[in-house]
C-alpha cells in the first residue's frame, strides 16, 4: 500500500508565526502531489506539484517537491486565524483513473 | 463552471437500515467520480472510483456499494448499515487537468 506520512499531526502557533507542515511518502515512481486544506467540510485544492524543485505560490502559502529525498512542504507565512485547518497531502499515482492516496493530515490551530 | 452537490447533508440512521447517499456533478461532461470516506482523525480513505457510466471500481471490500446510472451522478448505497459506516463521506470528481474536487459532504452517524 502507498504511505503518506504527514507530520506533525497537530501543530497550534499565534497570529503572524510562519508555519512549515511536511507530508513524507515512499513511493518513488508517481504522476503528482497535491495539497489541501479542509476547514468544516469539503477539502479545497491548494497545489499540485509535479517536478523536484520547482516552488509553487499563493499568496503566503507556498509548496515544494523534492523527489530525491521523498517529501513536501507546504508554508505559510504570516498565519491568520483563518488558516486554521487540517492540511492533507495527497499522491497521485497515475494512470487514466487519478486515483488519489491521502496522509492523514496536519491540524493547524492559529490563535489570535 | 463547475459545481458538485451531495445529499443528504447530514443523516443519522439506525443499524441495519439501507443507506443511499447521492451525487451530482454540474458542468462538465464525462467526469471521473469517486466517493471517500474520512473517520475522526483520519485522513481519506477512497472507497470507489468511476471513470465512466456503469463502471464501478472498489478499492476496499466493505459493506457498502457504489452506482453511477448517468455520466454525472454517483450513489453510495448499503442494504444493511453498520455502527463501523458512521463517518464523513465525501464525493469528489475530476476531470482533464487532474486535481480533484470535493463536494460538501454527507455527515452518517450509525446508531
Known amino acids: 500500500e502507498d504511505k503518506v506520512v504527514q507530520s506533525p499531526l497537530s501543530l497550534v502557533v499565534h497570529e503572524g508565526d510562519t508555519v512549515t507542515l511536511n507530508c513524507s511518502y515512499e513511493?518513488?515512481?508517481?504522476?503528482?502531489l497535491l495539497w489541501y486544506k479542509q476547514e468544516k467540510k469539503a477539502p479545497t485544492f491548494l497545489f499540485m506539484l509535479?517536478?523536484?524543485?520547482i516552488e509553487k505560490k499563493s499568496g503566503r502559502l507556498s509548496s515544494i517537491l523534492d523527489k530525491k529525498e521523498l517529501f513536501s512542504i507546504l508554508n505559510i507565512t504570516a498565519t491568520q486565524t483563518g488558516d486554521s485547518a487540517v492540511y492533507l497531502c495527497a499522491l497521485d499515482r497515475g494512470g487514466s483513473n487519478y486515483k488519489l492516496t491521502f496522509g492523514k493530515g496536519t491540524l493547524l490551530t492559529v490563535n489570535p | 463552471s463547475q459545481t458538485i452537490h451531495q445529499w443528504p447533508a447530514t443523516l443519522v440512521q439506525p443499524v441495519g437500515s439501507p443507506l443511499s447517499l447521492e451525487c451530482t456533478v454540474e458542468?462538465?461532461?464525462?467526469?471521473?467520480l469517486y466517493w471517500y470516506r474520512q473517520a475522526a482523525g483520519r485522513g481519506l480513505q477512497l472507497l470507489f472510483y468511476s471513470v465512466g457510466i456503469g463502471q464501478i471500481s472498489s478499492e476496499v471490500p466493505q459493506n457498502l456499494s457504489a452506482s453511477r446510472p448517468q455520466d454525472r451522478q454517483f450513489i453510495l448505497s448499503s442494504k444493511k448499515l453498520l455502527l463501523s459506516d458512521s463517518g464523513f463521506y465525501l464525493c469528489?470528481?475530476?476531470?482533464?487537468?487532474?486535481?480533484?474536487?470535493f463536494g460538501p459532504g454527507t455527515r452518517l452517524t450509525v446508531l
Open positions: 513511493v518513488t515512481n508517481f504522476r503528482s
Open positions: 509535479t517536478s523536484s524543485g
Open positions: 458542468g462538465t461532461s464525462n467526469p471521473n
Open positions: 469528489a470528481w475530476s476531470g482533464q487537468t487532474k486535481e480533484q474536487f
